[in-house]
């Protein structure tokens, strides 16, 4: 079973263009994330999320908003999407804090977006 | 914010080496982690250390906290050991909420056969 999934793993779009990146995550978990890799292979935290706080990392565009159905989903939209927005972006989960401790972030695989 | 650096950023064996790699970070953290990234993209989990010692295989890898830092050991290289290798962190100060990982530049590791 796939603890981590994202949809869709490869998005080839146009510049303007409104576009969302779903991801699940079967853990059980509270929190999730999305990271941006940039094409150095940067990788860099975009927003984490829990059913009571969303933290945005303040270089992250407004065009870029995280949207969670419920505890198991957290998708990510784009909108009016730039040439610089092509990257890597991974979803990823945790148990949050335990013990006073972050716990593991487990990652999906990965969603490729080129925009053109 | 947390600064992490990686050391050496690239480094080339013949298969059958031992090598180690280090991160160095500037704050204390509650959480540490190395990651595999391997030439398809896919970012693989390998320990989860913000202290002590832990061994998985050919792997192994120890967090000084108190001296901020973590090496990873990686004995009798394979070819497909090659990719990137990151630590990442999440300080702690960063109090109650689950931050996101600050992740180091990586070494590329490339084990020829």
């Known amino acids: 079973d796939t603890a981590v999934s994202q949809t869709p793993k490869y998005l080839v779009t146009q510049m303007g263009n409104d576009k969302s990146i779903k991801c699940e995550q079967n853990l059980g978990h509270d929190t999730m994330y999305w990271y941006k890799q940039d094409s150095k292979k940067f990788l860099k935290i975009m927003f984490s999320y829990n059913n009571k706080e969303l933290i945005i990392n303040e270089t992250v565009p407004n065009r870029f908003s995280p949207k969670s159905p419920d505890k198991a989903h957290l998708n990510l939209h784009i909108n009016s999407l730039e040439l610089g927005d092509s990257a890597v972006y991974f979803c990823?989960?945790?148990?949050?804090?335990?013990?006073?401790?972050?716990?593991?972030?487990?990652f999906g695989p990965g969603t490729r977006l080129l925009v053109l | 914010g947390i600064q992490v650096e990686q050391s050496p950023p690239d480094l080339i064996l013949q298969e059958g080496a031992n090598s180690t790699l280090r991160c160095n970070f500037s704050d204390s953290v509650n959480n540490l982690q190395w990651f595999h990234q391997n030439p398809w993209g896919q970012l693989i989990n390998l320990f989860y250390i913000p202290s002590g010692t832990k061994q998985n295989g050919r792997l192994s890898a120890t967090t000084v906290a108190t001296e901020r830092y973590s090496l990873l050991y990686i004995s009798s290289s394979q070819t497909t050991d090659s990719g990137v290798y990151f630590c990442a962190v999440a300080p702690s100060y960063s109090g109650g909420g689950a931050d996101g990982l600050t992740f180091g530049k990586g070494t590329h590791l490339i084990i020829q056969p």
């Open positions: 990823a989960s945790s148990q949050g804090i335990l013990a006073g401790k972050q716990e593991t972030q487990y």
